[in-house]
Nanobody
């Protein structure tokens, strides 16, 4: 059973830090691109950060320099999102997404995207 599971959300005061974790369970043998999105009430999901199978990272302008995405123990199916200097506008539901890497060659690895259920982050002023 493949699933994407996030953890680590919570409530924090402005200026504080949180670390989110995401594991794409069942995808350890696959080449994965991993992403964090966030969704505020009455808004769509916006890309926050991305780390490709080859380690290349990209960030939204709003979080660059404050957030860091990284692989967990060099596992391409598990990532952290370290969030520093949090602001009230960072309050949102954070979702992890797994996409197949363009380098994928294993026929047993799905070529479909897989979302997690999300974890809430609340930053108070």
């Amino acid at each position: 059973q493949k699933q994407v599971v996030e953890s680590g959300g919570g409530s924090v005061q402005a200026g504080g830090s949180l670390t989110l974790s995401c594991v794409a369970d069942g995808y350890a043998h696959c080449k994965n691109d991993m992403m964090w999105y966030r969704q505020r009430p009455d808004n769509g999901r916006d890309l926050v950060a991305r780390i490709n199978y080859d380690g290349q990272t990209t960030y939204a302008d709003a979080v660059r320099g404050r957030f860091t995405i990284s692989h967990q123990d060099n596992a391409q199916n598990a990532v952290y999102l370290r969030m520093n200097s949090l602001k009230p506008e960072d309050t949102a539901m954070y979702f992890c997404k797994r996409e197949p890497s363009r380098y994928e060659t294993d026929p047993l690895c799905p070529l479909t995207n897989h979302w997690g259920q999300g974890t809430q982050v609340t930053v108070s002023s």
